[in-house]
């Protein structure tokens, strides 16, 4: 079979590997059919993550079931699922308890597309790939939903919906304030979109990219392009800035008692963070990386019930054979290579 490989900075080849295969009773082969840019990808494939090349691309896509092994009762081949990039039994302590980031079952940071794992268990942008625990990782389509649309399901919008999804449902109706611009900036306008979704009172987006406030605008957010020292109070915000003076607006705006999550990554400490004024107002601030196989069948129900249209987030969808050329051109916020 061919995979898309990362081989240096703004270079990716089609490379041929051996067909995974089944490995066990608890397994599946899968076909992906529609895989979607992570915002992490950006950062990748321009040679500033901590990951260093070759190593196989994509790590979130709705694929095809093909082949399943003797164990795997409720998924027949032909079915089209939302496939986690987290690697996950679903019998471990923290799999129970849907911190499925970090299974003990797996060695840490199993995962497709990037990570210390990535050679085992291969990208999304490959002609097959083993799901070696299908029963528990993979999530049922639900009738009606486009593959393209959600195929960010595995990642981003999981990340994005952890951000506001429990903390609306504490406080239902509750404004929002997303600080978004983190990279290519899918997680912060996917968080804007759910919040809209689960029907908060307002959503405030912030983001200096007048193509992604634009974007923002038409999932039913209002946005400001500058970064002032403070807004609100919000009793639920958002940092999916990458920045630290996006992190601190988000933090400096969260109301008395509410809840801060940051999906952005820092490569290095952030000294300015306001801690007095957090302690003071006894906000709690959450970060790390997202549960995902727990979170995707929220992400997924809403868009079925057409309460979330994350197709609007799309910047555009390429065919597979055109996948190498179109991940080093610049300028997308979620493109979707669908084969």
């Known amino acids: 079979?061919?995979?898309?490989?990362?081989?240096?900075?703004?270079?990716?080849?089609?490379?041929?590997?051996?067909?995974?295969?089944?490995?066990?009773?608890?397994?599946?082969?899968?076909?992906?059919?529609?895989?979607?840019?992570c915002d992490l990808d950006a950062l990748i494939i321009s040679g500033i993550s901590p990951f260093r090349p070759p190593f196989p691309l994509g790590h979130e896509c709705v694929a095809e079931v093909v082949e399943i092994g003797d164990r795997v009762s409720g998924l027949q081949p032909g079915r089209l699922v939302s496939v986690p990039f987290q690697i996950s039994c679903g019998q471990c302590e923290p799999c129970r308890r849907g911190r499925t980031g970090n299974c003990t079952g797996v060695p840490w940071m199993s995962t497709y597309g990037f990570g210390p794992s990535v050679e085992r268990w291969g990208g999304f942008l490959s002609d097959l790939v083993c799901v070696?625990?299908?029963?528990?990782?993979?999530?049922?389509?639900?009738?009606?939903?486009?593959?393209?649309?959600?195929?960010s399901a595995s990642d981003n919008m999981s990340d994005a919906w952890r951000t506001v999804g429990p903390a609306l449902a504490e406080d239902p109706g509750a404004p929002v304030l997303v600080v978004g611009g983190a990279g290519p900036g899918s997680i912060g306008l996917y968080a804007a979109a759910l919040a809209v979704a689960l029907s908060a009172e307002s959503v405030?987006?912030?983001?200096?990219?007048?193509?992604?406030?634009?974007?923002?605008?038409?999932?039913?957010?209002?946005?400001?392009?500058?970064?002032?020292?403070?807004?609100?109070?919000?009793?639920?915000?958002?940092?999916?800035?990458?920045?630290?003076?996006?992190?601190?607006?988000?933090?400096?705006?969260?109301?008395?008692?509410?809840?801060?999550?940051?999906?952005?990554?820092?490569?290095?400490?952030?000294?300015?963070?306001?801690?007095?004024?957090?302690?003071?107002?006894?906000?709690?601030?959450?970060?790390?990386?997202?549960?995902?196989?727990?979170?995707?069948p929220e992400v997924l129900q809403l868009a079925a019930a057409g309460a979330l249209h994350p197709e609007l987030i799309t910047t555009r969808i390429t065919p597979w054979a055109d996948a190498a050329a179109a991940l080093v051109e610049p300028g997308w916020t979620k493109l979707v290579i669908e084969r």
């Open 1 to 37: 079979m061919q995979q898309l490989t990362y081989t240096a900075p703004h270079e990716l080849q089609w490379r041929d590997a051996p067909d995974p295969t089944l490995g066990s009773d608890d397994a599946a082969l899968v076909r992906p059919r529609a895989v979607a840019t």
């Open 132 to 151: 070696p625990y299908a029963e528990h990782m993979l999530v049922p389509l639900p009738d009606g939903v486009e593959a393209a649309a959600v195929a």
């Open 204 to 296: 405030q987006y912030v983001d200096a990219s007048l193509e992604r406030r634009e974007l923002a605008e038409a999932v039913g957010a209002t946005t400001l392009a500058e970064t002032p020292e403070r807004l609100g109070p919000f009793p639920i915000t958002v940092d999916s800035s990458a920045s630290p003076e996006g992190l601190a607006l988000a933090l400096r705006s969260t109301a008395p008692d509410g809840v801060c999550t940051s999906t952005g990554i820092y490569f290095g400490e952030q000294p300015s963070l306001p801690l007095l004024e957090m302690y003071i107002k006894g906000i709690t601030f959450k970060t790390g990386r997202v549960h995902a196989r727990a979170a995707m």
